[in-house]
């Protein structure tokens, strides 16, 4: 049996849902699970039914499609270790900034905010 939580079922961290408490290495999974969303198009356990997602999140193997980015797959692998003593952020988000998926970021000019983003959303404001 599961306990309710609030939130996102799907962004959960296996410790969380093992009552073990928040630490920041839950962002960092977290992180993980919203950078394989952006790339597949799913949260990498998902299931409409709850409780078989977090079945899922705490021992299903993390899967890839077959088109996914080495670099991608391999950050995904880090940051969705089940351990958090283990993934990628545990010894800070420096660890994460130095990961090869993020090699083009300007790291300094992106703080300054002297990036573009490559896309800008036409969002209309009062409608």
């Known amino acids: 049996m599961f306990l309710a939580f609030c939130g996102t079922p ?23 699970v919203l950078l394989y969303e952006m790339l597949t198009g799913l949260p990498p356990f998902y299931d409409e039914n709850t409780n078989e997602m977090y079945r899922k999140i705490l021992q299903d193997p ?3 499609p077959a088109d996914i980015d080495r670099d991608a797959k391999s950050i995904l692998i880090r940051l969705l270790d089940r351990d958090p003593e283990k993934r990628l952020g545990a010894n800070g988000a420096a660890e994460i900034k130095a990961n090869k998926f993020f090699e083009t970021v300007d790291w300094k000019r992106l703080l300054q905010k002297k990036i573009q983003p490559a896309f800008r959303p036409n969002v209309v404001c009062g409608e």
């Open 10 to 32: 799907e962004y959960l961290a296996p410790e969380l849902l093992l009552g073990h408490g928040y630490t920041k290495t839950v962002d960092w999974w977290t992180l993980g």
């Open 62 to 64: 993390l899967q890839f």
